[in-house]
Nanobody, 128 residues
């Protein structure tokens, strides 16, 4: 399994960015997908997760209403659209995949322990 994340960069507060993560070596529709982030000097945390069907999502309180996660099965890609970015959003963003054959298509997974496959991370820096 390979997860290739891209789209990070340096932006100003209030700007938008869209992260992409292309998955290969897996049957995409069997996996719950998620974005995590690790701010400087802090632990990695969940940003958003999306179910296998794409019908269910869950967000961290800090990003709800500003970020949107989506997936495209035809492209084996999960996206994270980030609007109204704040300096506190500065972090390395990781996409992750959790094999979820035992779960329904509308189930989301919040704990990092479910995610066995991780991308390399893409840095997002938001200046004030």
């Amino acid at each position: 399994v390979q997860l290739q994340a891209s789209g990070g960069g340096l932006v100003q507060a209030g700007d938008s960015l869209r992260l992409s993560c292309v998955a290969s070596g897996l049957t995409f529709g069997r996996y719950v997908m998620a974005w995590f982030r690790q701010p400087p000097g802090k632990e990695r945390e969940l940003v958003a997760t999306i179910s296998k069907s794409g019908q269910a999502t869950k967000y961290a309180d800090s990003v709800r209403g500003r970020f949107a996660i989506s997936r495209d099965g035809a492209k084996n890609t999960v996206y994270l659209l980030m609007n109204s970015l704040k300096p506190e959003d500065t972090a390395v963003y990781f996409c992750a995949a959790a094999l979820a054959t035992r779960y329904s298509g509308s189930h989301v997974l919040s704990s990092q322990s479910f995610y066995g496959d991780w991308g390399q991370g893409t840095l997002v820096t938001v200046s004030s």
